[in-house]
């Protein structure tokens, strides 16, 4: 645990003084990065991430080709509140320096979100500081105003191995869900071409990497959905039909070549390429409709790593004029800075602490929109 001083001095700044300075805590446990981190907002609205320990659980879940999520929950328990201890020292900040604790409390796989969430309310409960729940989502969906201060409302595209929703981000509070994955999130898809493929995990880089040396015109993929109108997508399919084709040559040839494998990952990344930028223009429509004064465009997910989507993104945001903005790949991945942030949001809109938060597995960002089908390798799609 970390060392619990008084408070000196509470700071008595939360509520009613709105442009005081603040310095939250975040803890982040829905899946398989246990993290914590300090951020702090400066009165003059400048946002500063005072620390970001993330600590990856690749290796503990590696021999089981996905999250298994009693592991997982086990891991974050035993290493969050060091996790917290460093993210402190990194910050130069003790706790009675602090204004208050954020702490994802879902959507995600509930053991690890019940774990941050406890260690949460202990810190709070023995410091006295404010303890605010945060939607994980909500925490990716508000990244683009941590790192570039984009003004509401802005158009967000989530792609990760857990997620894929293009939101319309209104207010701190106010998420509007144009549409989403209907199976598979793309990171999933990713991963799972990169497994039948005999690739390592996480599959997105090695994927990536591979279609580089491919030629994306010889194998013919679908693109599912694209013949549907809305901004709903789906990806298993588009993995199945890979899967097909690395079976029709096997059968064929008795195996792949490399450079089989090449064209394979080059037609599948095209395919998502070509999903994404359809649906997302769409969505840009939808959102411009709107006329927003700053049109933007954000993206956030791991999945927003990759070059070529990158790219196809872009290209879609200037043809319609909207500025695109990736926020660095640190803090689009699963991080505990988003999550202080989102507290500090929530907060300056008068949002309050709760001491009777709970951990919820599933909570959509959109409650009017209809549920997300399916729970994926990472738990809950929300
Ligand atoms: O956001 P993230 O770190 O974790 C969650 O899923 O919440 O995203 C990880 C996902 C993995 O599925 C990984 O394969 C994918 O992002 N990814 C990529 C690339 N880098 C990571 N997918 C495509 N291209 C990449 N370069
Ligand atoms: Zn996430």
Request: charged residues 20%; contains cysteine; hydrophobic residues 45%.
């Amino acid at each position: 645990m970390p060392k619990v001083l008084p408070r000196q001095a509470f700071r008595g700044n939360l509520v009613g003084a709105m442009d005081a300075t603040l310095t939250f805590l975040g803890i982040e446990s829905s899946c398989d990065d246990t993290a914590a981190a300090v951020v702090r907002r400066l009165a003059d609205g400048r946002a500063e991430v005072l620390s970001s320990e993330v600590e990856g659980q690749a290796v503990l879940h590696a021999a089981f080709g996905g999250v298994v999520p009693e592991i997982a929950a086990r891991a974050h328990a035993e290493r969050l509140d060091h996790c917290v201890e460093r993210a402190l020292a990194a910050a130069g900040v003790t706790l009675d320096q602090l204004d208050a604790v954020a702490v994802t409390s879902g959507p995600g796989l509930i053991g690890g979100v019940l774990s941050g969430v406890m260690l949460a309310k202990g810190i709070a409960a023995s410091t006295g500081l404010p303890l605010l729940g945060i939607n994980h989502l909500a925490g990716h969906a508000l990244t683009p105003r941590l790192t570039d201060g984009l003004a509401f409302p802005y158009l967000l595209l989530l792609v990760s191995g857990g997620h894929c929703q293009f939101l319309i981000v209104r207010g701190p509070d106010s998420f509007h869900r144009l549409g989403g994955t209907i199976d598979d999130a793309p990171g999933e898809a990713f991963d799972k071409v990169a497994k039948l493929l005999g690739l390592p995990q996480p599959g997105g880089p090695p994927v990536e990497a591979e279609a580089a040396k491919g030629d994306a015109r010889r194998f013919v993929l679908p693109r599912p959905l694209l013949d549907r109108p809305g901004c709903d997508m789906s990806f298993s399919g588009l993995k199945t039909a890979v899967l097909r084709a690395r079976d029709a040559l096997v059968a064929e040839k008795g195996g792949i070549t490399l450079q089989d494998r090449a064209d394979l990952c080059a037609g599948f990344q095209a395919a998502v390429a070509d999903v994404l930028s359809e649906k997302t223009g769409r969505a840009l429509e939808v959102y411009l409709a709107e006329a927003p004064p700053e049109p933007s465009l954000a993206v956030a997910g791991g999945v927003a790593a990759n070059a070529m989507l990158r790219a196809a993104l872009e290209t879609v945001s200037a043809g319609l004029g909207v500025a695109f903005v990736a926020p660095p790949l640190r803090l689009c991945t699963d991080n505990a800075a988003m999550i202080a942030w989102a507290g500090i949001e929530r907060h300056r809109m008068g949002l309050g602490s709760e001491a009777d938060l709970t951990a919820r597995p599933r909570w959509p960002l959109d409650s009017s929109a209809a549920p997300m089908i399916g729970s994926g390798k990472k738990g809950a799609k929300a």
